[in-house]
């Protein structure tokens, strides 16, 4: 019985540990111009498919708070991080690996904005190295199986 109490309140850490990456890499995506501008652009477009109109952006007002929702996504961020040090097997590096570079990809003080594009790449590159790695085991498990496939069917003919 004990070891099913375990299993149980792993988890739950496991489940609270990813509510936090999930809330980083939700948040700092707010903080980055061209993510809300891509929003709002997708807001028209659903809104303008049921006959409303909308002239501007309707979450302009948000920018106004992009160093607050970034900074929010931050402070998520690190303990998250602190955790995934401390327990490694918990958590995937993949995901914290795609939220780190969220974060760093929509960093939106003013007083960097001259360095922005080499926040972008490096964030960009965080992220895209993420994908690779969580879609290349796939990739390769879905070649593995049509060469078994192609070798059995030229098996028995």
Known sequence: MKKASKNNSKTHKEKFLGL???????????????????????????????????????????????????????????????????????????LILFNVGIVIASVPFASLQAYQIAFWAIGGILIAGSIWMFLKPRLQKNNNSKKFASNVISATE
Do not use: D, E
């Open 20 to 94: 936090f990456s999930g809330l980083s890499g939700g948040l700092s995506f707010l903080g980055g111009w061209q993510v809300c501008h891509n929003l709002c652009l997708g807001i028209i477009a659903l809104l303008s498919m049921v006959g409303i109109a909308v002239v501007g952006m309707p979450l302009l007002f948000l920018t106004q708070y992009a160093v607050y929702f970034w900074s929010i996504a931050v402070l998520l961020l690190a303990p998250t991080l602190i955790m995934y040090w401390k327990n490694r097997k918990c958590m995937s590096y993949k």
